[in-house]
């Protein structure tokens, strides 16, 4: 921006820029407030983890409401309504209600034990009727009415959860947007500011994927955070700023996430991001927010307080431009950064910034297998036995795509093994990767592409396609093509003819040389019979009225990605 357009923009701010219009660069929020209860009774009042929280590969989407360490507490409808949605599963929410109420709002609570009793029965109920455990179901809207404050389930720590707690949302019913219910007078008072913790600072003429951002350290003086040096330097042309900030509830002293972190260059707003609407079509680009290369590398959550450009707008506000700073002249420049929490608490650093020396860096030069992609473009890798494409939105910033290949000694493998990019670069929709086998593959329908990384394994069936095997992934890596004619190995159980009147409960615990049971099912004495398969390692059956005494056979199959199987038969008596 040059100087008569900054003077402009100023003239502008003066006249017209007040906090209220400040505001209208987000939608108006109008929320009902108090309309909604705490869903959780007879337990202090706290949370482990509030709305827009950071977490691997997406954002945190409600309120994780505390159980003093304990399960099987009462949850409770939070407003009048009925059960529109209610779902069984390993991961995610484990247990879960979903209650539909008159205002267009939906509730969600999640990590259940167990659900009221009628429906406790119309799930287990259903669930022999698909012969599934796993299962997603909505219910008649006159079936299960709630009132406001009824027992609706006691609370659990099922699915992906670390311990036991539950979760809470609001959602726009009609978008399923899920918005912030700390915004909607939830009786959980706060009146701590944020913890700014880190500042730095990105050289926006490379892409944020080809450096280590310059950290800037911070010191706290009164209410406010300023640098260390009052003037920091730039030896670029244009810039942007991350900080690394948490929150605190009052009499809380754990670190949840902020709400709003707004910049100021000159004393005019450069861009601003707001966490409180977001859909799980959209959460994935939490991704795009971070500095994902620090954070997987093991360093700290970076908020950019710009955007990136292969970022659609989403939580950001641009006011000038995208966020990005450039200097155009030497001057001294004043700039300001405020965090927010929901409750309007603030916290704010200040310090000034000027363009230095442009230091010639030299990017390094492009290697053989390699090439430029840009987010916002289709970008496609063809060089020998591999092929990678990538559609427009995948990419958030610009990056110089490398692939080097390894061979692998011949008779023991498919093919070589690719490195692709760096895992360090995250994606935001599905990538393909096509391979050329360099041995005969035995059984098509046994090929997968593999991708490893610093120990984790992944693999997914591969589709033959002419001479190409191709399959879809979401993460960079080491590609490599196998074969899978290895069937799941069948642990756990009990020994055959054995008496299990003295237990409660059967666990088995198949395992795969590739890690993905694909299929499990039990049949006793000829019909299914129902396990359950919370946080997808162990299955369980609990005994009930589905058992009865006497003899029984217990068969059990369980079958791979690729359909490997293996079937065992069990008897026993109890």
Not at 158 to 170: L, N
Not at 311 to 321: A, C, H, M, S, T
């Amino acid at each position: 921006m040059n100087r008569l357009t900054k003077f402009l923009f100023q003239l502008v701010v003066i006249c017209f820029f007040t906090p209220a219009v400040f505001a209208q660069y987000f939608n108006a929020r109008d929320y009902p407030q108090k309309y909604f209860i705490y869903p959780v009774k007879d337990v202090r009042i706290s949370l482990s983890a509030n709305f827009g929280e950071l977490r691997t590969n997406h954002y945190h989407m409600g309120l994780d409401c505390r159980t003093d360490q304990a399960e099987n507490k009462t949850v409770v409808a939070a407003a009048d309504g009925y059960v529109s949605r209610v779902s069984v599963g390993p991961f995610g929410f484990g247990l879960a209600i979903y209650i539909n109420h008159p205002n267009g709002l939906t509730t969600v609570y999640g990590h259940l034990n167990k659900f009221f009793p009628a429906l406790e029965r119309y799930v287990k109920q259903k669930q022999y009727e698909q012969e599934s455990w796993q299962i997603n179901l909505e219910p008649d809207p006159t079936r299960f009415p709630v009132k406001k404050g009824q027992f609706i389930a006691l609370s659990g720590n099922t699915g992906g959860s670390a311990g036991p707690h539950v979760h809470f949302e609001i959602r726009d019913t009609r978008t399923e947007k899920v918005l912030n219910p700390l915004l909607f007078g939830m009786p959980i008072p706060d009146n701590v500011p944020p913890t700014i913790v880190h500042l730095y600072m990105f050289d926006r003429c490379k892409s944020t994927y080809e450096q280590s951002p310059l950290h800037i350290p911070l010191r706290k003086v009164g209410n406010r955070y300023v640098a260390a040096q009052s003037v920091i330097t730039a030896h670029t042309d244009k810039v942007s700023f991350g900080i690394t900030a948490n929150d605190k509830q009052s009499g809380s002293t754990n670190p949840n996430g902020i709400y709003q972190g707004t910049i100021f260059v000159d004393n005019e707003p450069l861009s601003s991001f707001l966490l409180d609407s977001i859909s799980y079509d959209e959460t994935r680009y939490l991704n795009a927010h971070i500095d994902y290369k620090t954070k997987l590398a093991g360093g700290p959550y970076i908020q950019h307080l710009s955007r990136l450009p292969g970022y659609p707008e989403g939580v950001y506000k641009d006011i000038q431009g995208d966020g990005v700073y450039e200097l155009d002249d030497s001057q001294v420049h004043p700039v300001k950064i405020e965090v927010k929490d929901a409750n309007g608490n603030t916290s704010v650093i200040e310090f000034s910034i000027k363009k230095g020396l442009i230091r010639e860096t030299g990017r390094q030069p492009k290697e053989a297998f390699s090439k430029e992609f840009f987010p916002g473009f289709v970008n496609v890798f063809e060089e020998g036995n591999i092929q990678i494409y990538m559609p427009a939105d995948a990419l958030y910033d610009s990056l110089l795509f490398r692939v080097t290949e390894r061979k692998q000694p011949e008779g023991s493998a498919l093919s070589s093994v690719f490195t692709v990019a760096s895992p360090l670069v995250p994606i935001q929709s599905y990538m393909t990767v096509r391979l050329k086998a360099d041995a005969e593959v035995a059984d098509d329908t046994k090929a997968l592409i593999r991708r490893r990384w610093k120990g984790s394994t992944e693999t997914v069936p591969a589709i033959k396609e002419g001479e190409w095997y191709t399959a879809r992934f979401r993460t960079f890596g080491e590609f490599d093509l196998v074969e899978d004619h290895e069937p799941p190995v069948i642990t756990g159980g009990f020994p055959n003819g054995a008496n299990l009147a003295g237990r409660t409960s059967i666990v088995f615990t198949p395992k795969d040389n590739n890690n993905v049971i694909k299929n499990f099912r039990a049949e006793l004495d000829g019909k299914w019979l129902m396990f359950s398969n919370d946080k997808g390692r162990n299955f369980i059956y609990r005994f009930d009225e589905n058992c009865p005494k006497g003899k029984h056979e217990l068969k059990i199959y369980v079958e791979d990605a690729v359909g490997n199987a293996t079937e065992k038969v069990y008897n026993f008596t109890r």
